[in-house]
């Protein structure tokens, strides 16, 4: 079975420090995985994707995700907050099997302080 | 290429009607998504589509119905409205990657039941 765990439901940064935002997965399969945000009232824009090649994937506006096997994780980081980075945050695990999942996290809330 | 595009974007409805959204997938894919997002529940996978035949549901009554068209387009109908069915809804286009699909999503419909 998979699953999509988001670790924080809230993350709240100063703006210039860095950002960490957790997920961890559980799959049978080899995933795809990828980051989306989400800006109110907007739809999901991708930020980043892994699908089983290169483990550090870099995506837009300065973000990056780890694919880390051995801990059943992809956590988001930013090495500097922007203002602009205010958003919502999805997790998702892609798989193809014997029935083919897309499955998203319940979203993580970065709240960026002045 | 033209993004996902979802008509329309902003919906009044008043309970007991029914509604249609329309979506139109980025050109060359084949699949189409439908998920429900609310303060509540968060993002609720609906249903996809896959070469005019639906391949995946989520749990949603059968008031919740869709459809694809030959060209891939999608629609979704929602009758016998009701306020908790106010929402956004997203519709995303796929594209199959390696070791699963990657999704675009469009900008959604708001619907507001009154």
């Known amino acids: 079975a998979q699953s999509v765990t988001q670790l924080d439901s809230h993350v709240s940064v100063s703006e210039g420090t860095p950002v960490l935002l957790r997920c961890n997965y559980s799959s049978s399969y080899s995933p795809s995985l990828f980051w989306y945000v989400q800006h109110p009232n907007k739809g999901l824009q991708l930020l980043l994707k892994y699908t089983s090649a290169a483990t550090l994937v870099k995506g837009i506006n300065g973000f990056e995700a780890e694919f880390k096997k051995s801990e059943t994780s992809f956590h988001l980081t930013k090495p500097s907050a922007h203002m602009s980075d205010a958003a919502e945050y999805f997790c998702v695990v892609s798989v193809v099997g014997r029935d083919d999942k897309i499955i998203f996290g319940k979203g993580t809330r970065l709240h960026i302080l002045p | 290429k033209a993004g996902v595009t979802q008509t329309p974007r902003y919906l009044i409805k008043t309970r007991g009607q029914q509604v249609t959204l329309s979506c139109s997938p980025i050109s060359g894919h084949r699949s189409v998504s439908w998920y429900q997002q609310t303060p509540g529940q968060g993002l609720q996978f609906l249903f996809e589509?896959?070469?005019?035949?639906?391949?995946n549901k989520g749990n949603f009554p059968g008031r919740f119905s869709g459809r694809q068209f030959s060209n891939s387009r999608s629609e979704m109908n929602v009758s016998t409205l009701e306020l908790g069915d106010s929402a956004l809804y997203l519709c995303a286009s796929s594209l199959p990657i390696p070791g699963g699909y990657e999704q675009y999503f469009g900008p959604g419909t708001r619907l507001t039941v009154t």
């Open positions: 589509y896959f070469s005019e035949t639906q391949r």
